[in-house]
């Protein structure tokens, strides 16, 4: 168990930094080889967080063992292939788990095999070595996509939740999609047999009908919460049990107003997809489940951020509330959050548009110490850009925090050139490890 020990007088000092100062920017990949980086995934290690993974499509690979500052730029390989969709994630031991998406065969979507299974791949020494990876899923010729995993910092255990499409793309009626769950220990070798979680079924078109966005978390002793999308509702469901079992019917802990599908200027396609995490710290929010989301409930030209919380294990929700913080009529859009399992505070990055300068776009960071009852915004970017609707952008961002320190993780373009950066945000936080 994690045990914390903060003083007033480093979280004043953060605070009055977060509100006033701007962080400094490294770009992390700029490479123009290979498929152009988008959709980043970061981790910090809880063992020692000087040590941070990133990732980006299709098969990036990146390593950091100052705590962000410089990057040794690689590439995964696995017997499964890789084909993008990546997600990072640390257990308390220094070990990481990469997951991605099946190409086996190597020829794209000139196959039938590619997005065969989820691929899992581990390594404790990131840089030098990673398994050659397990194949969670396959069925079939059914298609496995839009994976995201979660690991218990008590034990090492993962979780991992994606969508199964009967046939991606497919417009039949008799063709649907599901949230599937597996598990694994800390080791992850063997995974349990993945078993669908949601009650309703979705269609394949990849779009609002189509159940998507389930991102699961761990609770404080072990329990699994999960959310995702389903038209204009948001679905959540949980595990008291490590996946074992799960609700009957499924609770709608919030509506996503016109769907998870968003049009946003410039951008060539971009969703509002939930993102369910759990305060695990020794804070007095501990236990407190969170959703993170954006939708359109204000006007299709007023994209804006969103969480609802739940302090009674997500039985009952709590109204929206808006994230971001300026006045009506801007963009926010791929949102994602932690919380920190030191600290308990919640961190939510986002692209955004309040400059009021057309589609340029710039990197914001929200953050709350009360619970999320007030967030507090800061632009983290150092250069604004104006995307290019033609060039394919990713379908999210990420952040990673651990006891003070925050790596937001996002794509930039300029000129048509994609890149991948984070910021450096730190503050001092004692605590005893694991």
Not at 61 to 83: A, Q
Not at 115 to 128: F, G, N, W
Not at 317 to 337: I, K, L
């Amino acid at each position: 168990m994690v045990q914390k020990s903060l003083t007033i007088l480093s979280c004043l000092l953060f605070l009055s930094q977060f509100a006033w100062s701007q962080f400094t920017n490294v770009i992390i990949d700029d490479s123009s080889e290979g498929y152009p980086p988008c959709e980043p995934s970061i981790a910090i290690s809880p063992s020692n967080p000087d040590v941070i993974v990133a990732g980006a499509i299709l098969d990036k690979l990146y390593t950091s063992n100052d705590g962000g500052k410089t990057w040794k730029v690689d590439r995964i390989e696995s017997k499964y292939g890789v084909f993008g969709d990546p997600c990072v994630v640390a257990g308390p031991k220094g070990e990481f788990h990469y997951f991605h998406l099946s190409d086996p065969e190597g020829k794209g979507w000139s196959h039938q095999s590619l997005l065969d299974r989820i691929v899992a791949q581990r390594s404790c020494k990131p840089e030098k070595k990673w398994s050659k990876g397990v194949g969670i899923g396959l069925n079939g010729d059914r298609d496995q996509d839009k994976e995201w995993a979660s690991v218990d910092l008590r034990n090492g255990n993962v979780a991992l939740t994606w969508t199964e499409f009967q046939k991606y793309g497919s417009s039949e009626a008799s063709d649907s999609t599901f949230i599937l769950f597996s598990s694994t220990n800390s080791k992850a070798k063997k995974w349990s047999e993945p078993v669908r979680i949601n009650k309703y079924a979705g269609d394949c078109k990849d779009g609002d009908l189509t159940v998507e966005g389930a991102v699961p978390c761990f609770g404080p002793d072990g329990e699994i919460y999960v959310s995702w999308a389903l038209d204009q509702t948001i679905w959540f469901d949980r595990s008291m049990d490590g996946g074992k079992s799960w609700l009957t019917n499924d609770i709608p802990a919030t509506t996503i107003a016109g769907g998870w599908d968003l049009h946003i200027p410039g951008i060539m396609r971009a969703n509002g997809m939930p993102v369910t995490k759990c305060d695990v710290s020794q804070s007095e929010f501990r236990g407190s489940i969170y959703i993170n989301w954006s939708d359109q409930k204000n006007g299709e030209d007023d994209t804006d951020v969103w969480l609802v919380k739940s302090d009674d294990g997500g039985i009952n929700w709590s109204e929206p509330f808006r994230v971001n913080d300026d006045g009506p009529g801007n963009h926010q859009f791929f949102t994602w959050m932690d919380v920190d399992p030191i600290t308990g505070f919640i961190y939510i990055v986002f692209y955004d548009r309040r400059s009021g300068n057309g589609n340029e776009t710039d990197v914001y960071l929200a953050m709350s110490t009360d619970g999320g009852d007030s967030f507090k915004n800061i632009k983290i970017s150092e250069q604004s850009f104006t995307p290019n609707g033609l060039v394919f952008f990713g379908d999210y961002n990420n952040i990673s925090a651990f006891a003070g320190r925050v790596r937001p993780i996002w794509t930039h373009m300029e000129k048509g050139k994609l890149s991948i950066r984070t910021a450096l945000i730190d503050y001092p936080v004692k605590y005893v490890g694991f």
